[in-house]
């Protein structure tokens, strides 16, 4: 399987919202409704923000909200703040799991 | 609290071996799906493998880079799930993670543990 594709990078201002697109096909991304998305700050372990396409796990704000149409998911990051700069990574679960490329999102 | 804990990384020459486990506590092993993931310096996520739950068939995948070199395997009397690397390439070099699985998530993360494949 191919890596899902996503934009490297991203960037807002604090309090503006940005977006992450993730690119797959219908036998991963569209085929099935396991889209996750995991934040990596440098150094750190990945970290699970939204799984499920638009499910959040306990703990995470409400800011991140995920959405999918078609062959494409999303991340949306509302109300940027300086903690939300990290790598985000999506992955889709289709009898095996792949990854994104993985994008750097920088808060201005 | 759930916890992870990999060992056994280090350094080793290419074409060798090494065995990585993970200790885990803090949920029932035993009905658990494991995963590990790796990620090479500088590099995105990569996914390496998963072990089902023996209650759900104990079925073993991996991914087509490292299919036929590593074999996953867990004991559920010691709450762990290992990582065995065989015939090493230097591609191999990564931060390799234990991960939970939960509802085709990967919900959990150990650490990681840095394998380094150099001569």
């Known amino acids: 399987q191919s890596a899902l594709t996503q934009p490297p990078s991203a960037s807002g201002s604090p309090g503006q919202s940005v977006t992450i697109s993730c690119t797959g096909t219908?036998?991963?991304?569209?085929?099935?409704?396991?889209v996750s998305w995991y934040q990596q700050h440098p150094g750190k372990v990945p970290k699970l923000m939204i799984y499920?396409?638009?499910k959040r796990p306990s703990g995470v704000p409400d800011r991140f909200s995920g959405s999918k149409s078609g062959n494409t998911a999303s991340l949306t990051v509302s109300g940027l703040q300086a903690e939300d700069e990290a790598d985000y990574y999506c992955?889709?679960?289709?009898?095996?799991?792949?990854f994104g490329t993985g994008t750097k999102v920088t808060v201005l | 609290e759930v916890q992870l804990v990999e060992s056994g990384g280090g350094l080793v020459k290419p074409g060798g071996s090494l065995r990585v486990s993970c200790a885990t506590s803090?949920?029932?092993?035993?009905?658990?799906?494991m995963s590990w993931v790796r990620q090479a310096p500088g590099k995105g996520l990569e996914w390496v493998g998963q072990?089902?739950?023996?209650?759900?068939?104990?079925?073993?995948n991996y991914a087509a880079p490292v299919k036929g070199r590593f074999t996953i395997s867990r004991d559920d009397s010691k709450d762990t799930v290992y990582l065995q690397m065989n015939s090493l390439k230097t591609e191999d070099t990564a931060v390799y993670y234990c991960?939970?699985?939960?509802?085709?998530?990967?919900?959990?993360w150990g650490q990681g543990t840095l394998v380094t494949v150099s001569s």
């Open positions: 803090g949920f029932t092993f035993t009905n658990a799906w």
């Open positions: 499920e396409v638009s």
């Open positions: 991960t939970t699985e939960y509802y085709y998530t990967l919900k959990y």
């Open positions: 219908s036998s991963d991304v569209g085929g099935y409704k396991y």
């Open positions: 992955s889709s679960y289709a009898g095996l799991y792949v």
């Open positions: 072990i089902k739950s023996k209650s759900d068939g104990g079925a073993i």
